[in-house]
């Protein structure tokens, strides 16, 4: 290096920086003007991994009432984490999280997860939770199929798969609920969050 | 446009310099050798935008840039003319719509210019070891 004049190595350092002020504009540029997403793939893999961790808990519940106490707890967790991991990246991208795809996003996905959460409380209360994994799966693979119209296409994947497992949930023994919800919530979430995270910018 | 966009290419992909004084000013000579078309940011967005759509309408590739009706015409119309960008005008309804998309010709151009960039980052690293 340092058999160079000065004035090439000045040359060769500020073009070192511009072609990597480049390649950073362009990957942000791409992280923009790729079809919306801020759906935030890492957020994915750690809804996942919370949804592994309660559904080995919940297999050593001793009543259903602490089954149920595991699942919202781990909800309860995973919601807040969700939403803050999604306003991190489209902050990040500078993305309006409720521009009108984000804002159609959210037409499509809440009206099946608000349904799901009367549901459980009305099948709850019918003494029928067996049934309750089964609307989890079907009705939130609903608003995610239904969200995915606006947003990244392999969501329409993820919603379908959410539907067969909740479909599945539904005709097979309650033994298997665990294993079920742990398949959907956790096992697809974190394979479709890694996707995500590769594919469309985290 | 095509002459000249041909005559760049030919000196992109002249062989590497073999002696320690052709390598020294190796930066400079890069340099001299990068896509201009391409290196303008309002076009290198274009051309960034359009090679993970398959096709954006000028209001969206407006709102991708930032920049202004006459500005995003001016430099859509260079790449156009370079062979790297095409338009198509139709309707939505009763509305005009263009529509722009990116050439084989352009994807290539945007590959290399990225290739270039990595070369001469990695020229770089190479030299501060």
Redesign the interface.
Known sequence: MYDQPVTDRRAGVALNERAIESLEFIRTTMARSAPFTAVSGRAGVVMGALALIAAVAARSAQSDEQWLAIWFGCASIAVPVGLAMMRVKARRYELALWSAAGRRFAQGFLPAIVAGAVLTFALVRADALDLVPAAWLLLYGAGVLAGSSSSVPVLAWLGALFMALGGAAAFTPPDLRDIWLAAGFGVLQIGFGLYIARHHGG | MAAKRGAALRADTADPPRT?QAR??A??T??ANLDRLM?D?TR??IV??L???AA?SFTELKA?TQTTDGNLSVHARKLEDAGYVSCTKGFDGRMPKTEFSLTDAGRRAFKKY?D???A??Q??RG??R
Do not use: D, F
Request: glycine residues 0%; aromatic residues 0%; charged residues 15%.
């Open positions: 320690t020294a000013a930066p400079a890069r340099a290196h940011r290198l967005a960034t935008a090679s993970v759509n954006l991708i990225l270039h960039m990595e001469i980052i020229h770089a030299k501060s």
